[in-house]
């Protein structure tokens, strides 16, 4: 039996004698710890054994190997908070640039991906080593377009020029892609996900959006992904050059324990590809980035489209990257922009010492 | 074996050859299922069997059962999320008004009690239903004084005078009060105690501080309150008259899990006592209650002791109520004064059905 029990005690409470006071309603203390446990873990319970974050050897066979982060077996608890903090996995690169490409998006996608190119390499040409994408960047974003745009990820080459663009971006430029996300085509489903680059071009991780994004707040913003789209079913957290990297799609920011659990397993950076609108952008963007970056203590990093006033879905934009105390580092308004600013990962672990 | 066990695969990307790309370090599924069902549970999960919020009649005897808000043991989803929505309990009492008392603390407990007892019943004069005072409002905040002033809220009477007074007021006047909290005395232990009273006097929940504060920026704000206190190892979530009410203390509201366990368990209402200070207070007291609003939906109020420049430890003010759209519906300075404001749980149905 998984399940939380409630226990409940009545109690009266009379002046001059003492008094049964366990009246909460409230957790039983192993399930608290079992709770906190789970999301937070001690350290102690980070063995190689259940966290296998690098694959065996057995499971490799002569594909060649992906650079990824080695990751300690036992690591360190370096705060002393009684319910636990998240574990140090040192990063390969503590410092390097990110660069969040705020994209126009037009109906041609041959011109669209043409463009993210070239935002990419002028990126890289700066010196960036992490480059982040908007939600459905190759695509106007509606339930109309989906279906059009979408590409066979797993088919690859000539069916889904999008992900080959960034492949052979991400190995020419030696740099890291989070490829925002595209509609993607598996079967008879659709999906919104996410490709993660690696140095040489190698997709690394693969994220389809979770949390589909069914908003109806009358009179101001209805959309229904679930219309055409498919939901994801497992959040993704990859390893980098540039550290563990947590994957969510814009709606998936409103999910706390998204958040949480990547923050257990070591995240050092979220990345959220989100196109929030006039409406939720004004009302939570910011606020979101900030919880999720000051509750898990990590670096949030979101990139939108550029706002586009004459499309169905008016973005929001305001890409932005967030620091390990939910301060915001960088933002910008709507227009097309790329923003370039440093990743610091040694502050995660000043934060978490501090608080 | 109930930790969750991470699957990872390594892949290449070949452009022009369909590829594995199930190389996500991720959950797997049912662990997913079981973390998101453990904390925003579906609710046909919810059965009178395991969530007995009310006791039984058989644990009742004869002691009179204080007023609780009936809780149904079946409960309807009102959103169609695919990650299930926290549970909807009908309050009692959809709008009322509640203050918060933002207290001056003096080094005098006599005084602290007896102006405390005076801004109560200025609420409730005013139509205040439910009074929030701050943490450690009978006491100074500091390590020297928490074993001084500390009470024997069990034994009651004389050796509780604070929460005799609560008592007291909150059954002549008829109202809920969340006492803030006191410095309590336990055996040999202390603890940082809230006590929540009923319309009849009766003592309803008793949260003992989880996280204690212990931080160390240094130049900054050093304070270690495990120096004297002894941490709590139980959530608190109780029924009044005015909604079902999660209570956490001052830095209890780090912690997303725990505000989350309150909103699986159909909370309408948080409160959070605390006493932030002039480093935290600026980096992070808004934007925590913003966030356990917006995430969890539903009601935040904290209260903070008002500012004395000369005391030790510096409180922030800043005693805020937000709405479950993480707005922030009244907030104040730092000085001393009662904000009075109205609170309306139907609003809670709508924002989650918005969203």
Redesign the interface.
């Known amino acids: 039996m ?18 049964d ?1 366990d ?7 192993e399930s ?1 710890e ?3 446990g ?3 873990p001690n350290l102690d ?1 980070y063995s190689g054994e ?6 065996g050897e057995e ?2 066979e002569d ?4 650079p990824v982060t080695e990751v300690p077996t036992e690591t360190t608890n370096s705060t ?4 636990g903090s998240p574990p140090h996995i040192p990063p390969t690169r503590e410092k390097f640039k990110i660069a969040l490409c705020q994209l126009s998006v037009a109906t041609d996608k041959e011109r669209n991906i043409a463009h993210a190119q070239q935002a990419i390499e002028d990126a890289a040409d700066k010196g960036a080593q992490l480059i982040l994408l908007p939600e459905i960047w190759n695509s106007p974003y509606s339930n109309d377009s989906f279906p059009v745009y979408a590409e066979d ?5 000539d069916a889904s020029p999008s ?2 663009m960034l ?2 971006v991400s190995r020419s430029r030696k740099i890291t892609i989070i490829g925002g996300s595209i509609p993607e085509r598996s079967g008879d489903k659709l999906y919104n996900s996410c490709c993660v ?1 690696g140095t040489d ?7 389809r959006k ?3 994004f ?4 009358p009179g101001k913003m209805t959309f229904k992904e679930s219309r055409t789209l498919t ?1 994801g ?7 980098t050059e540039v550290g563990r990297i947590g994957i969510g799609i814009c709606y998936d920011i ?4 998204l958040a ?2 990547y923050a257990a ?1 070591g995240a050092h950076l979220l990345c959220y590809p989100g196109a929030f609108n006039m409406t ?1 952008g004004p ?2 963007w910011e ?2 980035q ?2 999720r970056a ?2 898990c203590q990590l670096y949030v990093a979101t990139c939108s489209p550029a706002r586009d006033g004459g499309s169905s879905y008016v973005a929001w934009g305001h890409s932005t990257l967030v620091g390990p ?3 915001v580092l960088v933002t910008t308004e709507h227009e097309e922009t790329t923003l370039i600013a440093e990743i610091d990962y040694s502050v995660i672990e000043q934060r978490r ?3």
Chains 1, 2 share one sequence.
Do not use: M, W
């Open positions: 998984s399940r939380v029990r409630f226990n409940t005690n009545d109690s009266t409470y009379v002046d001059d004698t003492s008094s006071i009246s909460n309603v409230q957790l039983d203390h608290l079992r709770r906190y789970d999301i937070n319970e259940e966290v296998e974050v690098n694959p499971d490799l594909t060649p190997i992906s002393e908070q009684n319910c990820i797993d088919a690859g080459g992900t080959r492949s052979e680059f071009g190698k997709l690394l991780a693969k994220h979770i949390h589909l069914d908003i109806d707040i939901a079913e497992r959040p993704t957290i990859v390893d409103r999910f706390q324990e949480a659990i397993r939720t009302l939570h606020l979101l900030r919880a000051a509750d105390f939910g301060e010492a501090y608080l």
